[in-house]
């Protein structure tokens, strides 16, 4: 059984050296357990927060744990009730390795035989459900609205994009790079994407909202915002679902403290910004999720692009470029066979 454990805490950005690759003896289920065995493992940005021992919404993993993660896994071997083997079963306390067992916490059965058992980690899994909550509940998208969303390839920034364009809103995508910035507007179906990379950054994206911005989804916060501040309009909504261009920061950032000019944007614009943690604020809403979801999908109104690493080994690294947007897509890892 390979397995990947937190060896130290990164400063600043992740380095294969914060992660080691340790064997163990591939454990027994007891009465009540399942063996379970890891076919894909998602890597995904809270990871980062996750590795730190800063005061967060959830524990830190500890120093030498196996790393967290959502998995899709095979049963091996049950000895749990609704569990047989040969399921396919979505787990959150599996993580980073080859073999786990479970006593069902955290633990959904798939079936025998989904159609893609990796969309239960992207789409049709938490990433999915975050954009879903997060735009239609706080930023409330209405017909004809300008809505910005940025990490705008990633799953959730292509999904919010895409549930935009549902609604009838004018969407404008966020990238970094022309190849991901022309996949958002080619195939995902956003009005504009504008490279952040860019160094008009500020002007291209005002030139692409000309009526302002109603709905700001911010995912990753830093020169972004900053863009986007002076176009928001009165009422706007700024649902806060994450901030990736800091999860690395050692720093404060360079230039004048932006703070002031945030609170008074807020206060003179009536801005509502809210931020939420998926399953904390919505788990109870996740069957009305799935269930638009999987019709979304099934007729072809919502894409979805998956970037599939091969080998558990190579975790750490893909983990560490997608901070840095090196993932075009979903980032999953393929640890084991079907
Ligand atoms: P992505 O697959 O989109 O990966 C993160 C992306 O962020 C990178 O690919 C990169 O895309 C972009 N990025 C990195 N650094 C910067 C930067 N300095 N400026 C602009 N963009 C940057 O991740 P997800 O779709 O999984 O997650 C998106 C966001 O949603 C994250 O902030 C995550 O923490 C948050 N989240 C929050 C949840 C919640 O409950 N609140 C739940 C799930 C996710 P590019 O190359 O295009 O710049």
Redesign the pocket.
């Known amino acids: 059984n390979r397995r990947i454990v937190l060896a130290s805490r990164p400063k600043g950005a992740p380095a294969n050296d914060n992660f080691r690759l340790e064997q163990s003896d591939i454990p027994k289920p007891a009465e009540g357990e399942v063996l379970l065995r890891t076919v894909f493992l998602s890597l ?3 990871m980062r927060g996750r590795m730190s021992d800063a005061a967060s919404y959830a524990e830190p993993v500890a120093i030498d744990e196996v790393m967290v993660g959502g998995t899709v896994n095979r049963v091996i071997e049950s000895r749990l009730d609704g569990f047989a083997e040969g399921d396919w079963v979505l787990s959150y306390t599996c993580g980073w390795q080859d073999y786990a067992l479970s006593d069902g916490t955290m633990l959904v059965n798939l079936g025998k035989n989904p159609p893609q058992p990796s969309l239960a980690l992207g789409l049709l899994g ?2 999915g459900f ?1 954009a879903y909550m997060g735009l239609l509940d706080i930023g409330a998208p209405q017909k004809g609205e300008t809505l910005v969303v ?8 292509a999904t919010v994009g895409q549930i935009g364009k549902i609604k009838g809103c004018h969407v404008v995508g966020v ?3 022309n190849k ?1 910035c022309d996949f958002a507007v080619e195939e995902l179906g956003f009005d504009a994407c504008i490279d ?1 990379y860019a160094e008009d950054f500020d002007q291209q994206l005002a030139a692409a909202c000309p009526d302002g911005i109603d709905v700001y989804f911010e ?2 916060g ?1 020169k ?1 915002l900053d863009g986007v501040l002076p176009l928001l309009n009165t009422s706007a909504r700024i649902p806060v ?5 800091q999860y690395n920061a050692t720093n404060l950032p360079e230039g004048p403290d932006r703070l002031g000019l945030l609170m008074g944007t807020i206060l003179t614009r009536r801005l509502k910004v809210q931020g ?3 399953f904390d604020d919505y788990g109870h809403r996740y069957d009305e999720f799935y269930q638009q979801m999987s019709d979304w999908y099934a007729k072809g109104k919502v894409k979805y692009r998956e970037q599939v690493v091969e080998g558990l080994e190579q975790a750490p690294e893909a983990f560490a470029g ?4 090196k ?1 075009f897509g ?2 999953v890892v393929r640890v084991g066979e079907d």
């Open positions: 995904d940005p809270y938490m990433p975050t940025a990490a705008a390839t990633g799953p959730v920034g990238a970094g790079g991901k952040h995912n990753v830093g972004v679902c994450g901030l990736v261009s939420f943690i998926i997608m901070l840095e947007g993932n979903k980032l």
